[in-house]
């Protein structure tokens, strides 16, 4: 599957929300958001048991190209991009990280606790979180990480124009939380906070 067709998988239509803020998830957006979920459980997981001692760098193992140049310098503290940041280039970036997971979805995200949670964050172009190694630049976590995007995402009663889903495994929560209290932005928010709907549609759906 090109390039192409990935964005075309993993971008949803624009948001549809109603005057309850709430986002109104398709059957097919749910169905696709569980799939890349699962998707990116066991690929973290693979990626930790190949570096068991790396930390953080562990999800930092891909790097995409883009014009001949690796986006991340992973040399930098914290993480800094080789190109311009956008919305555009964090779409990008997403499919091109996608194209090495597996395919199998044999995780079952009833237990999805015990391997970690989901986070939500605002791509917007704001400073990193001060102190914080495991978000990058831009204030995202590693790209590793990522598995799905909504444009107009309601988030903290504000419509976001782009919110990132990213997976955190359970060994680097507190790591996260204490971010999350750094960070001014309010750029991040758990899923089990703010979108019941859907996280009850994950552990209903076959």
Known sequence: MGLLGWMQRILPRKSK???????????????????????????????????????????????????????????????AYNAAFDNQLVEKLLALAMIKRATRRNVDLKELGDYGRVLLIQTLNHPAVAGSTYFDEKGLPPVDTWFYIVKNYPQHGIIQPQVLFAFVPAIFIPSVLAAMEADVHHRYAWLRDVDHVLERALVQAK
């Open 17 to 79: 929300h109603n005057g309850t803020q709430h986002y109104k998830w398709t059957k097919a957006e749910i169905a696709t958001f569980k799939l890349q979920l699962q998707q990116v459980v066991k690929w973290t997981a693979k990626l930790m048991d190949r570096s068991p001692m790396a930390g953080f760098d562990a999800l930092r193992q891909t790097n995409p190209l883009i014009q001949a140049q690796p986006i991340f310098n992973y040399e930098a503290q914290p993480v």
